[in-house]
């Protein structure tokens, strides 16, 4: 609350409480502080004792001749009917009486009696002006939250979108049926009334969905899922139905609801149960959905990251029937993303935009995007007018592996045991064949690691081999047999290490069939569900014999390449203690200096490829890039 709104308040109620005071003051006769029930009244005059009357309405105001009692007061006040018995009465006894004229049905009467009320819906009134006004907008539950783009505000097109060929292809169709929606319904074509946008986060499916509105030229109506949600029941509800309202008013538009997985999740699970918000609100917007044909010339599009975790009632026919997958971009695709990024900044001679691109594998158009401008900011820092390849490559090192930590005091035994650690992954890199090229080897901390090992792909990579799987362990484990061979110690730096390759270990075997003893079958399925509601606990489809045996292969699969990580970085020794000297030297080393390093190098006896058995069963998808990190 602001605090003017706060005077404000305060000011109100003081003179609301002013009021009060003061009307209970008028309000109460002075001379009437005696109250008497009326029979008593009646006794009084009938012994006389009463001198004059006052009747107003059903009250009677009185006094008595002389005190009565122990009161020295002769007023009273009593309330009872002024009936023709009494007046008789009171004829007879000589009392002196009169009616007020202004009595209850006055206005001053009223106004008095009425006040507070009054008073109190000002207040209100009032309070709820300065909420609007203050932007909190607490009171405006129902309306929904949608921006509308009109067609001359959306300028994005699909020039912008760039690197999702076959998705802009997909949407072409709905384009041209935006742009001219009898040419279809005259000749009884149905267009999908509902499009669901599918892909990993930051790939362009918000970007995408507003360059069709653009390109077609109509109304975009945008919400997120989230938007919905609300702390009240039913608002939600509500906003859905004043979104179509509105959308029916401005067809033909697209309605774009981003994020759908915020409402759009399985009914009927998660910890809160039954009818929730959420649940009434995805009940009326596939009732908005079935209400109106698909020529009506509204097309509900939207965006997810988990179209797995969606109901199944939205993806029925005539709802979100057509899906249109958004990927990660390939090399081809990030370069022309990383084109449409740098259309407006100047870039050196030097810039090779599909190198960048080829050394980028995993990322996403955001990330590209992010890339570009860090690029520029780094560029200008240092007062250059165009953009160079050396911007590009500090921009990539602060985007995979954050920034450089200069001022973090490291002991030199920590420093020795994090350029051993890291000379231990390199040198088992590059001595695998099969596994990635080194990229960068640095003991400079970064973010949260000590030290960081990158590797990157020559090519995207979208299954992955058994062997390349197990060179991955084997890289990764190569930091924590460097420190055992030469410190004879164990570290904690090398814990992330060890929980990416029981990670991958445990995949293996669980879910891309790659252990011979357990064979190939999947399980455990729907454990990466536990925290979105779908499943309370984890699914556990197997017996305790076979979990034994699972644990047993995740660890045979563990050792056997910490072993061979191990055997190794033994059998090259030399090399390992010369590159861990230059890392502490240099603190940096690039994968060209490493080759150098290593072919300079003669090695003692032929290295024996620790490869007996280069199968390449089983195929899985996995991000390509892969960095060791040590905190
Ligand atoms: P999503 O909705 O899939 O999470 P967005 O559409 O919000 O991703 O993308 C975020 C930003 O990343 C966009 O504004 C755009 O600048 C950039 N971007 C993402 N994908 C692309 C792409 N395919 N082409 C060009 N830019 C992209
Ligand atoms: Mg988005
Ligand atoms: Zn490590």
Request: net charge negative; glycine share 8%; aromatic share 6%.
């Given at each position: 609350m602001n605090s003017q709104l706060f005077k404000n308040l305060v000011l109100w109620l003081v003179i609301f409480v002013a009021i009060i005071a003061l009307y209970q003051l008028v309000h109460t006769p002075r001379t009437a502080t005696l109250e008497i029930p009326y029979s008593e009244f009646l006794e009084y005059v009938d012994k006389g004792d009463v001198k004059e009357l006052e009747f107003k309405g059903e009250q009677i105001l009185g006094e008595f001749s002389s005190p009565v009692g122990?009161?020295?007061?002769t007023g009273f006040k009593t309330v009872g009917p002024a009936s023709e018995d009494l007046l008789k009465t009171l004829e007879e006894k000589g009392v002196s009486f009169k009616f007020d004229a202004n009595k209850e049905g006055s206005l001053t009467h009223i106004l008095l009696n009425w006040a507070p009320l009054i008073l109190l819906i000002v207040i209100m009134v009032f309070f709820m002006r300065q909420l609007q006004a203050g932007g909190t907008k607490a009171m405006s539950f129902g309306k929904n939250k949608a921006r509308m783009l009109s067609e001359n505000q959306n300028k994005i097109?699909?020039?912008?979108?760039?690197?999702?060929d076959e998705a802009k292809e997909e949407v072409q169709e709905i384009v041209e049926f935006l742009k001219s929606p009898k040419k279809f319904t005259k000749v009884g074509g149905r267009i999908p009334k509902g499009i669901l946008l599918v892909g990993?986060?930051?790939?362009?499916k918000t970007l995408l969905a507003k360059a069709i509105a653009g390109e077609a030229g109509v109304p975009f109506f945008i919400i997120s899922g989230s938007d919905f949600v609300e702390m009240f029941v039913g608002v939600g509800a509500s906003r859905v139905r004043d979104l179509f309202a509105q959308a029916k008013r401005h067809a033909p538009c697209i309605v774009f609801v981003d994020e759908l997985d915020a409402v759009g999740r399985h009914r009927g699970a998660g910890l809160g149960g039954g009818h929730d918000e959420r649940e009434q609100t995805l009940n009326q917007l596939l009732v908005e959905m079935d209400g109106f044909e698909s020529n009506e010339g509204i097309i509900v599009m939207a965006a997810t990251n988990r179209p797995d975790v969606l109901d199944p009632a939205l993806l029925r026919p005539g709802r979100f029937d057509r899906q249109v997958v958004v990927p990660r971009p390939d090399v081809r695709g990030r370069e022309e993303i990383l084109k449409v990024h740098s259309r407006n900044t100047p870039l050196d001679s030097d810039v090779e935009l599909t190198v960048i691109a080829r050394s980028t594998p995993g990322f996403s158009g955001a990330d590209l995007e992010n890339l570009v401008n860090e690029s520029a900011l780094h560029a200008a820092r240092q007062n250059r007018a165009k953009i160079s390849m050396q911007d590009f490559e500090f921009a990539k090192d602060k985007v995979i592996m954050g920034v450089e930590r200069k001022s973090m005091i490291i002991s030199d035994a920590e420093r020795k045991i994090t350029a051993y650690h890291e000379a231990g992954h390199a040198l088992v890199a590059k001595l695998t064949p099969g596994t990635d090229p080194i990229h960068k080897v640095t003991i400079i901390p970064r973010g949260m690691a000590l030290g960081v090992t990158q590797q990157l792909p020559i090519e995207d990579r979208y299954t992955l081999s058994r062997t390349s799987l197990n060179g991955t362990i084997m890289v990764l484990l190569g930091g924590r047999a460097a420190e055992e061979i030469v410190f004879s110690e164990r570290t904690s730096g090398a814990g992330n290490d060890l929980d990416r390759v029981t990670d991958i270990a445990r995949r293996m075997v669980?879910?891309?069939?790659?252990s011979e003893k357990v064979g190939p079958v999947t399980f455990g399925k729907g454990e990466e569900q536990i925290f979105l509601g779908k499943e309370i606990s984890k699914s556990k489809d197997y017996s305790e014999e076979t979990a034994i045996e699972i644990d047993s292969e995740i660890r045979s699969i563990v050792t056997e390449n910490y072993n061979k990580a191990k055997t190794t970085l033994e059998d090259n020794i030399d090399l390992l203690h010369k590159l861990a000297g230059m890392l502490l030297d240099k603190e940096v080393i690039d994968g060209k200096e490493l080759e150098e390093l290593v072919s300079s190098h003669k090695p003692q006896k032929d290295y024996p490829s620790p490869w007996q058995n280069p199968t390449t069963e089983g195929s899985v998808a996995f991000r390509s890039s892969n960095n060791s990190e040590d905190a």
């Amino acid at each position: 609350m602001n605090s003017q709104l706060f005077k404000n308040l305060v000011l109100w109620l003081v003179i609301f409480v002013a009021i009060i005071a003061l009307y209970q003051l008028v309000h109460t006769p002075r001379t009437a502080t005696l109250e008497i029930p009326y029979s008593e009244f009646l006794e009084y005059v009938d012994k006389g004792d009463v001198k004059e009357l006052e009747f107003k309405g059903e009250q009677i105001l009185g006094e008595f001749s002389s005190p009565v009692g122990e009161s020295s007061e002769t007023g009273f006040k009593t309330v009872g009917p002024a009936s023709e018995d009494l007046l008789k009465t009171l004829e007879e006894k000589g009392v002196s009486f009169k009616f007020d004229a202004n009595k209850e049905g006055s206005l001053t009467h009223i106004l008095l009696n009425w006040a507070p009320l009054i008073l109190l819906i000002v207040i209100m009134v009032f309070f709820m002006r300065q909420l609007q006004a203050g932007g909190t907008k607490a009171m405006s539950f129902g309306k929904n939250k949608a921006r509308m783009l009109s067609e001359n505000q959306n300028k994005i097109t699909f020039k912008d979108v760039a690197g999702v060929d076959e998705a802009k292809e997909e949407v072409q169709e709905i384009v041209e049926f935006l742009k001219s929606p009898k040419k279809f319904t005259k000749v009884g074509g149905r267009i999908p009334k509902g499009i669901l946008l599918v892909g990993p986060p930051g790939t362009g499916k918000t970007l995408l969905a507003k360059a069709i509105a653009g390109e077609a030229g109509v109304p975009f109506f945008i919400i997120s899922g989230s938007d919905f949600v609300e702390m009240f029941v039913g608002v939600g509800a509500s906003r859905v139905r004043d979104l179509f309202a509105q959308a029916k008013r401005h067809a033909p538009c697209i309605v774009f609801v981003d994020e759908l997985d915020a409402v759009g999740r399985h009914r009927g699970a998660g910890l809160g149960g039954g009818h929730d918000e959420r649940e009434q609100t995805l009940n009326q917007l596939l009732v908005e959905m079935d209400g109106f044909e698909s020529n009506e010339g509204i097309i509900v599009m939207a965006a997810t990251n988990r179209p797995d975790v969606l109901d199944p009632a939205l993806l029925r026919p005539g709802r979100f029937d057509r899906q249109v997958v958004v990927p990660r971009p390939d090399v081809r695709g990030r370069e022309e993303i990383l084109k449409v990024h740098s259309r407006n900044t100047p870039l050196d001679s030097d810039v090779e935009l599909t190198v960048i691109a080829r050394s980028t594998p995993g990322f996403s158009g955001a990330d590209l995007e992010n890339l570009v401008n860090e690029s520029a900011l780094h560029a200008a820092r240092q007062n250059r007018a165009k953009i160079s390849m050396q911007d590009f490559e500090f921009a990539k090192d602060k985007v995979i592996m954050g920034v450089e930590r200069k001022s973090m005091i490291i002991s030199d035994a920590e420093r020795k045991i994090t350029a051993y650690h890291e000379a231990g992954h390199a040198l088992v890199a590059k001595l695998t064949p099969g596994t990635d090229p080194i990229h960068k080897v640095t003991i400079i901390p970064r973010g949260m690691a000590l030290g960081v090992t990158q590797q990157l792909p020559i090519e995207d990579r979208y299954t992955l081999s058994r062997t390349s799987l197990n060179g991955t362990i084997m890289v990764l484990l190569g930091g924590r047999a460097a420190e055992e061979i030469v410190f004879s110690e164990r570290t904690s730096g090398a814990g992330n290490d060890l929980d990416r390759v029981t990670d991958i270990a445990r995949r293996m075997v669980c879910e891309w069939g790659m252990s011979e003893k357990v064979g190939p079958v999947t399980f455990g399925k729907g454990e990466e569900q536990i925290f979105l509601g779908k499943e309370i606990s984890k699914s556990k489809d197997y017996s305790e014999e076979t979990a034994i045996e699972i644990d047993s292969e995740i660890r045979s699969i563990v050792t056997e390449n910490y072993n061979k990580a191990k055997t190794t970085l033994e059998d090259n020794i030399d090399l390992l203690h010369k590159l861990a000297g230059m890392l502490l030297d240099k603190e940096v080393i690039d994968g060209k200096e490493l080759e150098e390093l290593v072919s300079s190098h003669k090695p003692q006896k032929d290295y024996p490829s620790p490869w007996q058995n280069p199968t390449t069963e089983g195929s899985v998808a996995f991000r390509s890039s892969n960095n060791s990190e040590d905190a």
